[in-house]
Nanobody, 127 residues
Framework: QVNLAESGGGLVQAGDSLTLTCAAS????????MSWFRQVPGKEREFVAG????????IYSRSVMGRFTISRDNDKNTMYLEMSSLKPEDTAMYYC????????????????????WGQGTQVTVSA
């Protein structure tokens, strides 16, 4: 059974840092494009950051660029999102996603193209 499990969310204050972890199991993810998305109630799930299978390419949304860092460890089937200088507008449920790719350097940003999703971890940033 394929499973993505996010962890590391919590309640923090503005300006704090937090690191999210996505642990993958059930299949090999080393050839997958992987990303973090986030969603607040009443809004669509939005792309936050993505990383190619070989970690050569990383893409960030404009709202988090310079504050968030995405990384992965294929040996551990794990992806990370280091978040710093958190803002109240970063408050959301954060989801990790994974999908197979045939091109090692590609980052998929389109939500509908992701096959596998985690259940999410809540991040709340107070002012």
């Amino acid at each position: 059974q394929v499973n993505l499990a996010e962890s590391g969310g919590g309640l923090v204050q503005a300006g704090d840092s937090l690191t999210l972890t996505c642990a993958a199991s059930g299949r090999a993810f080393s050839s997958d494009s992987m990303s973090w998305f986030r969603q607040v109630p009443g809004k669509e799930r939005e792309f936050v950051a993505g990383i190619s299978s070989n970690s050569a390419s990383k893409i960030y949304s404009r709202s988090v660029m310079g504050r968030f860092t995405i990384s992965r460890d294929n040996d551990k089937n794990t992806m990370y999102l280091e978040m710093s200088s958190l803002k109240p507008e970063d408050t959301a449920m954060y989801y990790c996603a994974s999908t197979p790719t045939t091109i090692s350097g590609i980052v998929i940003q389109v939500r509908s193209q992701y096959f596998f999703w985690g259940q999410g971890t809540q991040v709340t940033v107070s002012a």
